[in-house]
C-alpha cells in the first residue's frame, strides 16, 4: 500500500472510532471517568496549527473558542456569537445575559449549566478535536437560598490545553469539585466581586486551580478590574492585549502564572 493510500485510509477510520465511543483519557483528570459519549467530528481545513487554541472575549462572559480542527465555541451564550453561527454553545441560568430559551437552531450542540428537570446537569462529550465535560457548583436563587448544581464549570480539552469556564460561580470549590476538575492551564473567571462573589473569595478559588493563564471576564468597569488586579499583589503576571483576540498553546505557557487582560468588559 502506497503512503497516500494509507493516510486516506486512515483518515477513515478516525470518524468510525469516534463513532464507537472510543476516546483517550482525559489527560486534564487524575482519576479515570466513565466513558464520555463521542460524536461525530466534522473535518474543517485548520486556521490554527495542531497546538494552538484561539480565544476572542466577546464580551460580558462570553469568549469564542476555536479549536485547530476548526470547531467553533461560545461560552455563556444568550442569543450572540461575534456573528457566527457556533458549533458548541455553553449556557448558565444564573441571570439571562448568560443563557437564551431561544438559540438558533442551527447550532449542533447546545450544553445547560443545570439541568432544567432537576439534579445536575451532566456533560462529557466529544466534538471534533474537542472534549467537553461539567463539573457543578450552586447559585444563589434570592428568597428562595442556595440553588443546588445551578451553574457548571464547563472544561475543554483542546490541543493539549485544559481550559475551564468557571461560568457565574458563586461560592469556593470544594476538595470534590476540585478533584472532578483536574488540572487545568486556563481559566476564564468572572471578577466582578458582587453579583458571582467578592474578589477576595475569586482569588482563593485561583489559588486553588493553579492555573497558569487567568483570563478574567464579567466586570462590567475598568474600575472593578483594577480593583482585582491590585489585589493580586504581584502573585500574577499582568499582560494586557490590544486585540480581544488571543492565541494559545500548550508549549507556551508562561513560566510565571499570568493574567491576560483582552479589552472588554
Same mark, same amino acid.
Given at each position: ?191 466582578? !466581586? ?9 482569588? =482563593? #478559588?485561583?489559588?486553588?486551580? $493553579? +492555573?497558569?493563564?487567568?483570563? @478574567? ?16 499583589? !504581584? ?9 480581544? =483576540? #488571543?492565541?494559545?498553546?500548550? $508549549? +507556551?505557557?508562561?513560566?510565571? @502564572? ?8
Amino acid at each position: 500500500m502506497t503512503t497516500l493510500r494509507l493516510l486516506v485510509f486512515l483518515a477513515m477510520m478516525l470518524p468510525i472510532t469516534a463513532a464507537r465511543g472510543q476516546m483517550p483519557v482525559s489527560e486534564c483528570l487524575a482519576m479515570a471517568q466513565a466513558p464520555p459519549l463521542a460524536q461525530p467530528a466534522r473535518y474543517v481545513e485548520a486556521a490554527l496549527e495542531a497546538n494552538q487554541v484561539r480565544f476572542t472575549f466577546v464580551g460580558h462572559s462570553t469568549f469564542l473558542i476555536e479549536s485547530p480542527g476548526g470547531v467553533t465555541i461560545a461560552t455563556d451564550y444568550s442569543g450572540y456569537a461575534n456573528g457566527i453561527v457556533p458549533d458548541v454553545v455553553t449556557m448558565n441560568h444564573a441571570h439571562s445575559t448568560h443563557y437564551t430559551d431561544f438559540p438558533d437552531p442551527k447550532i449542533k450542540h447546545v450544553l445547560r449549566g443545570w439541568n432544567p428537570d432537576g439534579g445536575p446537569a451532566r456533560h462529557d462529550l466529544q466534538v471534533g478535536d474537542v472534549r467537553i465535560r461539567n463539573v457543578t457548583t450552586d447559585i444563589r436563587g434570592g428568597a428562595l437560598g442556595r440553588v443546588p448544581d445551578g451553574n457548571s464549570i464547563f472544561i475543554f480539552e483542546i490541543a493539549g490545553l485544559c481550559i475551564g469556564h468557571l461560568g457565574h460561580l458563586h461560592h469556593e470549590l470544594s476538595p470534590a469539585q476540585l478533584g472532578s476538575i483536574g488540572r487545568l492551564d486556563i481559566v476564564l473567571v468572572p471578577v466582578d !466581586g458582587t453579583y458571582t462573589m467578592a474578589q477576595a473569595n475569586m482569588l =482563593t #478559588v485561583l489559588r486553588d486551580l $493553579k +492555573a497558569r493563564i487567568v483570563v @478574567p471576564m464579567h466586570y462590567f468597569r475598568p474600575e472593578t478590574l483594577g480593583r482585582f488586579i491590585n489585589g493580586l499583589s !504581584g502573585s500574577l503576571a499582568v499582560d494586557y492585549k490590544a486585540d480581544p =483576540t #488571543v492565541i494559545l498553546s500548550a $508549549k +507556551a505557557l508562561p513560566e510565571k @502564572p499570568t493574567l491576560i487582560v483582552l479589552p472588554g468588559y
